[in-house]
């Protein structure tokens, strides 16, 4: 098939995409398909004539938040990944807590504050609390708050992202993520940095955090982070591919985090990770979503 890969973007997560599409280019060049790279710097990108689908390995605004699908859409070219309206909803953080909510999906307890409005909201939890900017990927202004004193400062750098923020309870116990593929949950991984916190440079240094794939849990551990993974895909309308983030707490209780709709694509990465432990390759993983698009369009 001729296929387009779009990567780079406009976000803060542009060197991460970079890495994303050139893995996922080389890919589908090996498993035989006409590969375009398209760095894209602008939203008035082009795409060759007769291309039969589009791989986004775009990460962050403009990628996951609905905008470059509806330029697709307008092209009448099919696309790998969700929707307009499930990628606009999942990349907004405050949006999917709400939907969360509505679907019983469970979600540790968090305040919604926006630029403007006049104090610090608090939360009723301990802390540490976890603020993040609502729509904003890869912990890029993201701070785990360990002292009150320490808010107004988390506070106004998650403003720097976005005019919306959340401020959430930090959930003490494991960080799994378990990838839904289709409609069906592959093995989870868990995520242990070697220091701190999960921030940007462990998700991106290699060798600063340790992945156990697939993860050490009982086969009813297992099942219940499989469950919710894909009841939080289907809650916010996701296609596809997506990456359900959970924190269990030490009395086994799952709380989802968010859900990616365009999960990274690095050597570093963990959908690969997911998928290799399910006996998916990473070149039968870009070939499967290519082809799950290109079917929508009626190209394959």
Same mark, same amino acid.
């Given at each position: ?109 968090? #305040?919604? /504050?926006?630029?403007? %409005? ?8 301990? &802390? @540490?609390?976890?603020?993040?900017? *609502? ?110 983030? #959970?924190? /269990?707490?030490?009395? %086994? ?8 709709? &365009? @999960?990274?694509?690095?050597?570093? *990465? ?31």
């Amino acid at each position: 098939m001729k296929i387009a890969v779009l990567k780079g973007g406009l976000s803060a997560e542009r060197e991460v995409s970079l890495r994303s599409g050139a893995a996922v280019a080389k890919a589908l060049r090996e498993g035989g398909h006409e590969v375009e790279e398209i760095d894209v710097t602008s939203p008035n990108f082009a795409v060759a004539p007769k291309t039969e689908a589009v791989f986004l390995a775009l990460h962050g605004t403009f990628g996951e938040d609905g905008q470059v699908q509806a330029i697709l859409e307008k092209m009448g070219l099919p696309y790998t990944g969700s929707g307009i309206e499930s990628s606009r909803l999942a990349f907004d953080k405050v949006a999917t807590k709400k939907a969360f909510a509505s679907a019983g999906v469970p979600t540790p307890p968090g #305040v919604i /504050m926006k630029k403007g %409005d006049r104090g610090i909201r608090r939360l009723k939890q301990d &802390l @540490p609390w976890v603020v993040k900017p *609502s729509r904003q990927g890869s912990s890029v202004g993201v701070t785990i708050v360990r002292r009150e004193e320490d808010l107004e400062q988390a506070a106004k750098l998650a403003f720097e992202s976005d005019d919306e923020i959340l401020i959430e309870a930090f959930i003490h116990g494991r960080e799994l993520t378990v990838a839904v593929l289709g409609d069906e949950a592959l093995e989870i991984v868990e995520i242990k940095p070697k220091s701190g916190w999960y921030d940007y440079q462990n998700k991106y240094t290699k060798g600063a955090t340790e992945y156990l794939v697939p993860a050490p849990l009982t086969q009813y551990q297992k099942l219940c982070l499989q469950n919710l993974a894909v009841q939080a895909h289907k809650c916010l309308g996701c296609r596809d591919i997506s990456r359900v983030d #959970v924190r /269990m707490d030490p009395n %086994d209780q799952n709380f989802v985090l968010e859900v990616n709709t &365009l @999960p990274g694509m690095t050597e570093t *990465s963990l959908l690969p990770k997911a998928a290799a432990a399910a006996g998916i390759s990473f070149q039968e993983l870009c070939d499967r979503l290519v082809r799950m698009a290109a079917r929508r369009g009626g190209r394959a």
